[in-house]
């Protein structure tokens, strides 16, 4: 651009047409230039030997069809442009006259043209319906809120709409519908927003999210719709909001953006999907060259996930910022990562930039405590330490807070690591998010999940408890290895349990976990349908042959009649709406097992003994019970010794 660069939208209304006119004082055309690129379909200038004779120039022009487009709403076609004299321009402007697409480019001088380009077309008024002032001027706002230079839009000679550009106001706007939701949210809410990016940079741009001023007080109920703040309900429903996330390329604004193995549980630009309000991202790329644009620049996909994770450290470090904290304890961290998560939509990317690995908080178990917080270096120092028993993350709805609150201070074993959940705490609705990630970190640092330890049960129950034991660096089991390699490792290379049980989560996703048993139940091959015994004769066979099983559904060597077999039986039609449990009925934990071994057998890739009724604990197969459904009444009294270690049967 020459001097400061500018951009004039002119809008003319006649009684047949709207003339458009596009103004810049860039670096203009020559006649080599129009006759070499601008005529050519498919020739971008920017990609030329000229273009990297003036230096670097990251452009978003990659096709060569802007041109082209112009008459799929004109009917015809005039430019004027003077090129820049000093990269080689004439003192002379050309103007070219294009009566329709298929004509011939009509050229003559012009001496009085300044420096830059016009291009004017007429639409006429038959297409109002798809192209009119109205939606031009919206669309001109909307694709240039990051272009660096002045834009403006002019119609009939009156100047409607200037831009600098800046985004302008990136705050989130939430409006009424029904009743007063959005006056209460504006009242227990406050908007945090910021600029991000350099202008100088790779991307700038501009982050804006609702955040709770007290969010260890805010409720939600089952499907997160109903909100509550201090007993003041607030129904997501009843309000409008104008947030977005939207992707710019050198202030030019494109469609979705994807990056490469997004995670299910992120929507474009990275954000975390949330329940609550979504956040505002605005994302303007400044280097073309991390992006593939498609041709209609609609959609952009990035060619690495760094730049994204890089937005997202910063976002998460700005927000974290802005966050009343009062101190660095596991508790306080924890809330404010769960806040961020939460309500700033901020994905794990980002959540890794505010406190180290070793820092990060996890939830635990404690004797007489309930629910409590302990860092990763507090609690998982040791060389192995257990996790609570599984279904209490199926329970999570029903705690209504931590420590005492949560109703298990009854717990008289060792610290535990609260498991997964299943379901959302509606008390603490930021929970689950940051206990999904701490098991991510532990994971991370090399720590799993290698064996199973029976605890003492409530008194209502017959069957113990099962809490999983977790070493670090111990995942590799022998006896397994050696008859389970397949097709999708290397040669020779030796698979991991977590990594065997992962090929049968393939063949179906309730399949039991992989575990050692304790020296008691060491004759047993299966816990209900939540567990298989990996050093037991029968699992080794069982789970080879269902692994080469898994290999022939994967190659689709099948044939149609056992692939739609084997549909039927990994599907819910055949098992039901079942998880994998402690206390189980036959279908999951041995129907459908033997079933898939019959298929095996039947195409040659293992010809193993069923399971029986014996091969399970005692107690195990009296019908199954929904971990969903778990009561944790009992829980709360003290000194039953609930929790502690089961020795024998």
Not at 96 to 104: A, G, L, R, T, Y
Not at 243 to 269: D, I
Request: contains cysteine; proline residues 5%; hydrophobic residues 40%.
């Amino acid at each position: 651009m020459t001097l400061a660069g500018e951009i004039k939208v002119i809008l003319t209304s006649s009684t047949s047409s709207v003339i458009l006119e596009w103004i810049d004082n860039g670096i203009g055309m020559d006649k080599d230039v129009l006759s070499s690129y601008f005529a050519r379909a498919g020739c971008s200038w920017y990609r030329s030997r000229q273009a990297r004779q003036l230096g670097s120039i990251d452009s978003i022009s990659k096709f060569g069809v802007g041109i082209l487009s112009c008459f799929s709403v004109s009917r015809k076609l005039s430019i004027e442009t003077r090129k820049e004299p000093q990269v080689g321009g004439s003192l002379q402007g050309l103007v070219v006259d294009i009566p329709k697409q298929e004509s011939h480019f009509r050229i003559r001088s012009a001496t009085t043209l300044p420096v830059g380009t016009k291009i004017r077309l007429e639409i006429p008024k038959s297409r109002a319906d798809i192209i009119s002032i109205e939606s031009i001027c919206i669309a001109v706002e909307s694709i240039s809120k990051y272009v660096r230079h002045r834009v403006t839009i002019s119609v009939d000679e009156v100047l409607v709409w200037e831009s600098h550009g800046e985004a302008g106001d990136c705050r989130i706007n939430i409006s009424e519908m029904r009743g007063d939701a959005a006056t209460n949210i504006s009242n227990l809410t406050a908007t945090i927003a910021f600029p991000i990016g350099d202008k100088d940079g790779d991307y700038n741009g501009h982050y804006a999210a609702v955040i709770p001023t007290n969010p260890k007080i805010v409720r939600s109920n089952t499907d997160s719709s109903l909100w509550t703040f201090e007993g003041i309900n607030v129904e997501l429903d009843d309000v409008l909001v104008d947030s977005e996330q939207a992707l710019f390329v050198k202030g030019v604004a494109c469609g979705p953006v994807s990056h490469p193995k997004r995670h299910p549980k992120t929507e474009a630009l990275g954000v975390r999907h949330t329940s609550w309000i979504m956040p505002k991202l605005m994302l303007n790329v400044l280097r073309p060259n991390l992006l593939d644009v498609n041709l209609a620049r609609t959609s952009a996909e990035l060619r690495s996930k760094d730049l994204i994770d890089k937005v997202w450290r910063e976002v998460a470090e700005k927000l974290s910022k802005a966050l009343p904290r009062s101190s660095d304890s596991a508790s306080d961290t924890a809330t404010l990562i769960g806040t961020c998560a939460l309500f700033g939509a901020i994905p794990d990317s980002g959540l890794d930039s505010l406190v180290t690995e070793e820092n990060f908080p996890l939830l635990i178990l404690r004797r007489e405590a309930g629910l409590v917080w302990a860092t990763v270096n507090e609690f998982a120092g040791n060389g192995e330490f257990v996790e609570a028993p599984f279904e209490l993350g199926y329970g999570a709805e029903r705690f209504s807070g931590l420590g005492l609150q949560s109703g298990l201070h009854g717990w008289d074993g060792p610290d535990a690591l609260f498991p997964r959940c299943n379901q959302s705490f509606h008390y603490i609705p930021w929970l689950r998010s940051i206990i999904y990630y701490s098991h991510q970190i532990l994971f991370r640092q090399g720590w799993c999940p290698v064996r199973i330890q029976t605890v003492r049960q409530p008194a209502s129950e017959k069957v113990p408890l099962v809490c999983r034991v977790w070493s670090k660096g111990r995942d590799v089991i022998s006896p397994l290895l050696n008859l389970c390699t397949c097709t999708e490792a290397s040669d020779g290379e030796r698979q991991s349990k977590n990594e065997l049980w992962r090929m049968l989560k393939k063949l179906y996703s309730d399949a039991p976990e992989l575990m050692h048993f304790p020296p008691e139940l060491s004759e047993f091959a299966a816990f209900g349908s939540r567990y298989w015994n990996v050093d037991h004769p029968k699992i080794i066979q069982i789970t080879s042959a269902l692994c080469r099983l898994s290999d022939r559904v994967r190659l689709q060597q099948l044939a149609k009649d056992k692939l739609s077999l084997f549909n039927f039986l990994t599907s819910n039609t055949f098992y039901g709406y079942v998880v994998p449990a402690r206390y189980s009925g036959i279908t999951l934990a041995i129907d459908l097992p033997n079933r898939l071994l019959e298929i095996a057998r039947i195409v040659g890739v293992g010809d193993v003994a069923p399971l029986v009724k014996t091969d399970f604990v005692p107690g195990t197969l009296e019908g199954y019970k929904n971990p969903y459904h778990y009561r944790i009444e009992g829980w709360d009294i003290c000194g039953t010794g609930l929790g502690t270690l089961v020795k024998g049967r």
